[in-house]
């Protein structure tokens, strides 16, 4: 069973400071996405990538896919409290079953 | 406006008794998907059904019987609900396109199991 573990598990800091995210797996991912989960909410798809080795930005938040393709990196540049949630990895081995992080909690204080 | 909705938002039921939920999704996507999140926050995969027919059954108990009556559509059954059922349950979405996929979720049921 792929297991895919995120670092750290729960993450406390104030706004204007640099975090990040690590999900690692022994398994090889066709993909690789990152969700962010509000509370009373669903997780929201933030980005998707598909390269070993591919970097992508989105405002604040850079994703990285490893060169080997098990494990992903996100780094978020002067946090802020709207950053707030529940990050959660997700990667899929070329068929539509995608299997989840175990998750990272953030918290952001003003 | 809701592209994947789900209800009920609670559902508080004694054990023993049976529950559904429905789930229904306008985006017109082919696959959907329950998927179950424990108090840990951890989200598995249940079960995914595509264009009403089954594709992935990820080893739960028989006691839960998702039903697909259009692609649209994906409901959740759970005869003789245990305490361990407790957990919030999602339901997505999905449609494979040059880009791979994304699930779009539902904002998820919160059961409770007394």
């Known amino acids: 069973t792929q297991l895919l573990e995120q670092s750290p598990q729960f993450l406390s800091i104030q706004e204007g400071e640099n975090l990040t995210v690590y999900c690692n797996s022994s398994s090889v991912f066709s993909s690789l996405q990152w969700y962010r989960q509000e509370p009373g909410e669903g997780p929201v798809l933030l980005v998707t990538v598909v390269t070993g080795g591919e970097v992508k930005k989105l405002k604040r938040l850079t994703f990285q896919f490893g060169d080997a393709r098990k494990d992903s990196s996100l780094h978020i540049t002067a946090a802020q409290t709207g950053d707030t949630g529940l990050y959660l990895c997700?990667?899929?081995?070329?068929?539509?079953?995608?299997?989840f992080g175990t998750g990272t909690r953030l918290q952001v204080f003003p | 406006d809701t592209a994947v909705s789900q209800t009920p938002k609670y559902l508080v039921t004694q054990m023993g008794n049976d529950k559904s939920i429905k789930c229904e999704q306008n985006?017109?996507?082919?696959?959907m998907y329950w998927y179950k999140q424990d108090s840990k926050k951890f989200l598995k995969i249940m079960f995914s059904?595509?264009?009403?027919?089954?594709?992935i059954n990820e080893t739960v108990p028989n006691r839960f019987s998702p039903k697909s009556p259009d692609k649209a559509h994906l409901n959740l059954h759970i005869n003789s609900l245990e305490l361990g059922d407790s957990a919030v349950y999602f339901c997505?979405?999905?449609?494979?396109?040059?880009?791979?996929?994304?699930?779009?979720f539902g904002n998820g049921t919160r059961l409770t199991v007394t």
């Open positions: 985006l017109g996507h082919d696959t």
């Open positions: 059904y595509n264009n009403k027919e089954l594709i």
């Open positions: 997505a979405s999905s449609q494979v396109d040059f880009g791979g996929f994304a699930l779009h």
């Open positions: 997700a990667g899929t081995e070329w068929t539509d079953k995608l299997i």
